[in-house]
């Protein structure tokens, strides 16, 4: 297509669709203030900031940041607590809405259904201080989970106070939370599944379970891909808002990962430099994460995001 057909073209589609274009322009604003305009301030990971001078008054040290991180006791620990609880999460977190969508779309009852729906959806919508708050009271001492486990041989202690047991309640309460919630997409996928491959199954004799294994999961498994890639891309990013609020310096040996390390050093201590590497590193490993699952889902699957 030559450069004036193409301009033609290009004022047809903007004119015919203006109304989609308008819809458009606050979902690019937004991404262009929040998320591509503070980019900028990335050059303060290799400088020494500091407010009064600037960004660019600042002086430049190059990678003196990131070689402190590297040969700091904290880079260890940081860097093995936030590799854990991510692959706990690809592991028990991830297929947990899965599960959920499965169980949901075999029941019959459509009341029922939406009962068990609405009960799933509704921690989701829960403010993160009031989820803190209720995983505080139920782990503290007398609380109803820590009952539970004094039952199987506790020792009564509040449970966030044990590093041990830090890991399994972050983990339970985020399936608890999103399970609901993230069972929505694959829901959708489930109801785009042609219902002639399930009829046909039945005639041939299958049962649930062999429907589920050759109809279902293949129908889902573009989904699942797709959605296992982007959350490889993230897989670092441990939410620090829940670890911030329910953890303490007795745990912070198994609780402190990389975003509640940068929140403090950032925030706390006013280290803006140093908390700006800490967070560049963490966000070029999940880049290179991203990549790599992309081109293996790629080959292997032939689903990709690009």
Not at 90 to 104: C, D, N, S, Y
Not at 205 to 232: C, D, E, H, N, S
């Amino acid at each position: 297509m030559n450069k004036p057909a193409f301009g033609r073209f290009l004022i047809k589609d903007l004119v015919g669709n203006r109304y989609l274009y308008l819809m458009m322009l606050p979902v690019l604003a937004y991404y262009l203030i929040f998320h591509y305009a503070p980019m900028y301030g990335v050059l303060i990971a290799f400088k020494d900031y500091s407010p009064m001078k600037g960004i660019l008054g600042s002086p430049w040290v190059d990678f003196k940041h990131f070689e402190t991180f590297f040969n700091s006791y904290y880079f260890l620990r940081v860097l093995k607590n936030t590799l854990l609880i991510s692959v706990y999460s690809l592991l028990f977190e991830f297929p947990a809405p899965i599960i959920l969508a499965l169980l949901i779309n075999e029941v019959r009852s459509r009341s029922y259904k939406r009962v068990v729906q609405s009960i799933t959806y509704m921690p989701y919508f829960i403010s993160m201080i009031v989820i803190a708050g209720l995983i505080r009271d139920f782990t503290d001492s007398g609380g109803v989970l820590n009952s539970i486990y004094m039952y199987f041989g506790g020792d009564g202690t509040s449970m966030l106070q044990n590093e041990g047991l830090f890991r399994p309640i972050y983990i339970l309460s985020e399936i608890w939370q999103k399970a609901g919630w993230e069972s929505i997409i694959y829901l959708a996928a489930l109801a785009g599944i042609d219902q002639g491959q399930y009829e046909a199954a039945r005639i041939d004799g299958a049962g649930r379970l062999k429907q589920i294994w050759y109809i279902t999961l293949p129908g889902l498994l573009p989904t699942i891909v797709i959605l296992f890639i982007l959350r490889m891309g993230n897989l670092l990013n441990v939410g620090f808002e829940k670890i911030i609020l329910l953890y303490n310096p007795v745990i912070y040996e198994t609780a402190d990962v990389i975003s509640s390390f940068v929140y403090r050093k950032g925030l706390l201590e006013f280290n803006w430099s140093y908390s700006t590497a800490v967070g560049l590193f963490n966000s070029v490993i999940n880049l290179t994460l991203l990549i790599l699952a992309n081109w293996i889902s790629k080959r292997v699957t032939n689903s990709s995001l690009w």
